[in-house]
């Protein structure tokens, strides 16, 4: 007789774009694959990412205007699937900051097996701009998963749950992989690249491309890719423009596959002033590329050993980033080091490793 599978429920805003997102992807392909019944379920009419399991898309329900009628309509849309499918476990995430909303889905939708994720240092994107509703919100949640251990220290210390975990964000290293054997349309040249959104300046892709203009970079015949996209990316435009550096930089906006240029570059370079665990540092490692990043909240502490597997520059200090930015790009002894150990790095966050603390947690 056959065993009934266990029913998960993954929410999301979308399936493309952003760190948690991919994440949600990753983990669906598991789950489907060890024999999960995997439900996702998002808000927004975005997909790029694969998935494993079935899709409810809410996002092809929402009107140009987005109207309160037209919200409520998506609201009982989404507490009927729930309700109708019975979940052992929900997975949220969703960026969660609007009381109301997660008052409402908290009380009158969620009422089993819930696990809301965190996957940024500022808690009021998870826990709603109310601090004192964040203390009660998730008091019934099954466990509270956040993506690095800074993030659960600062959870409880904040909020004061006991309920929380740390499960660090997986990447499939093989499909990683095969997906960097792709051509790169930037092979006949040389490059160092960086990666993110662009829908705020929380990436700090301007100041980036300002301490680029300031360094050897272009006199060493070395361009710069800022893979992403977003409302700020015409602005970056505008600035390479205005810098005379067309030629040295490039946007080519967001790539579902960037792999492949990742693996082409001299390193990664992660401007951001603010993070959760940024997956793309691991995503760099599983292509072989050395990293380095400012030592922002939080995150890339926990990924990066200075002068093992990349460069942990001091938090904001963009004349320490200008430098090592040039240290990596003229020294390939410097950089080859670093490679060295990065991907043995990036085996410690393969999914097989990771998925086992998942299945522990929902078996």
């Known amino acids: 007789m056959s065993q009934k599978k266990i029913k998960i429920a993954l929410l999301g805003d979308t399936l493309a774009y952003g760190g948690a997102e991919r994440v949600h992807s990753t983990l669906s392909i598991y789950l489907d694959r060890m024999g999960f019944d ?9 997909i790029s990412y694969p998935y494993g399991g079935k899709l409810y898309n809410l996002g092809i ?3 140009a205007s987005s109207s309160l009628l037209n919200k409520w309509k998506r609201y009982q849309l989404f507490r009927n699937y729930i309700r109708t499918h ?11 900051s609007k009381p109301t909303t997660e008052v ?3 009380y009158l939708v969620f009422n089993t097996g819930y696990i809301p994720t965190v996957h940024s240092s500022a808690l009021s994107w998870y826990f709603t701009s109310r601090t004192f509703l964040g203390k009660r919100l998730y008091r019934k949640a099954k466990e509270v998963i956040c993506v690095s251990q800074a993030i659960t220290d600062q959870v409880r210390a904040t909020y004061g749950y006991t309920n929380v975990r740390t499960i660090y964000n997986p990447i499939t290293i093989r499909s990683i992989q095969e997906q960097a054997s792709a051509p790169n349309p930037f092979r006949d040249t040389t490059y160092i690249v960086a990666c993110g959104r662009m829908d705020t300046d929380l990436k700090q892709f301007d100041r980036l491309i300002d301490i680029y203009s300031q360094s050897q ?7 710069l890719l800022i893979l992403g996209d977003g409302i700020q990316r015409k602005n970056l435009e505008h600035q390479v423009e205005t810098l005379g550096l ?15 240029i990742f693996k082409g570059a001299l390193f990664f370079v992660h401007s951001s002033r603010l993070e959760g665990f940024p997956t793309v540092l ?13 030592d922002c909240p939080t995150g890339p502490r926990e990924i990066i050993t200075s002068d093992y597997n990349g460069l942990l520059i001091e938090n904001q200090n963009f004349k320490a980033l200008k430098e090592g930015m040039e240290l990596l790009a003229t020294s390939s002894e410097q950089r080859n080091k670093l490679k060295l150990n990065a991907l043995q790095t990036a085996k410690q966050y393969d999914m097989d490793s990771i998925g086992k603390q998942w299945l522990n947690l929902l078996r």
């Open 38 to 46: 995997v439900h996702n379920i998002i808000n927004l009419d975005a």
């Open 61 to 63: 329900y929402k009107s």
């Open 86 to 96: 019975a979940f052992d476990y929900i997975v949220d995430f969703r960026t969660r």
């Open 104 to 106: 409402l889905l908290h």
């Open 217 to 223: 970079l272009p006199d060493l015949g070395i361009r």
């Open 246 to 260: 067309k030629q040295w930089v490039s946007l080519p906006g967001f790539m579902a596959n960037p792999f492949s």
């Open 282 to 294: 691991l995503e760099a490692f599983a292509c072989g590329l050395p990293v380095i990043s400012f």
